[in-house]
């Protein structure tokens, strides 16, 4: 079963505007980690944040991360119709294994 | 490094056929995933080997699926007998467990069995 599951769905937004995704997962964890999947094509790693950090960036990308509340953010700022995807959540859990457990994911449509 | 390289990219099989699938993990990773992609079940994690030997298989479905790494540059999935809901994309990912446990995936092989 997935342990992450991302909100919403799907989102809709136009080019310039900046698009916010959610992560809740239910254990303990090492580390969230977001991917990227373009349609037809394999997953694509973001970011990682660990369990003892609670923000990190990566050019137009925040992720933040409450371990309180087991919920993750990914914001993605100024929008570009290339970043149309679905984008994923993994969690690796505290103690376990190296396995990264995946979320639905979320659709992000960019209109230009 | 080419990456995770995963063949077919498309198989179309009947019902009862054997299917086997391929991947090469990247050089040097000692982790490697199969996932099942579907639209009702999401990502699904099949099988995890560490150092080529199977450490989780809980996710295998069925008696149907088996798994084999029989060294570091390659592993399959194999399918026998195949049935229609075995239709799906199955991913393999390979990684550094001794690293940041990010996953690298392959483009994936499209399963439809028919």
């Known amino acids: 079963s997935q342990q992450g599951e991302e909100d919403p769905q799907a989102l809709s937004i136009q080019e310039g505007e900046n698009a916010t995704m959610n992560c809740s997962y239910k254990?303990?964890?090492?580390?969230l980690q977001w991917y990227r999947q373009n349609s037809g094509r394999g997953l694509v790693h973001l970011i990682l944040i660990r369990s003892n950090e609670r923000e990190k960036h990566s050019g137009r990308l925040r992720v933040t991360l409450d371990t309180s509340k087991k919920s993750s953010s990914l914001l993605i700022t100024a929008s570009r119709a290339a970043d149309t995807a679905s984008y994923f959540c993994?969690?690796?859990?505290?103690?376990?294994?190296?396995?990264?457990?995946f979320g639905r994911g979320t659709s992000l449509i960019v209109h230009p | 490094d080419a990456g995770v390289i995963q063949s077919p990219r498309h198989e179309v099989t009947e019902m009862g056929q054997e299917v086997t699938l391929r991947c090469k993990p990247i050089?040097?990773?000692?982790?490697l995933f199969w996932y099942r992609q579907t639209m009702m079940r999401g990502l699904e994690l099949l099988i995890y080997?560490?150092?080529?030997?199977?450490?989780?298989d809980s996710g295998m479905p069925e008696d149907r699926f088996s798994a084999k790494m029989p060294n570091a540059s390659f592993s399959t999935l194999k399918i026998q007998p195949s049935e229609p809901r075995d239709s799906a994309v199955y991913f393999c990912?390979?990684?550094?467990?001794?690293?940041?446990?990010?996953?690298?995936f392959g483009q994936g092989t499209r399963l439809t069995v028919v």
């Open positions: 050089s040097g990773h000692n982790s």
């Open positions: 993994a969690t690796t859990r505290a103690g376990g294994s190296y396995i990264p457990t």
């Open positions: 990912a390979s990684g550094d467990t001794g690293g940041s446990t990010e996953a690298f």
């Open positions: 080997f560490n150092n080529n030997v199977p450490i989780d």
């Open positions: 254990t303990s964890i090492n580390n």
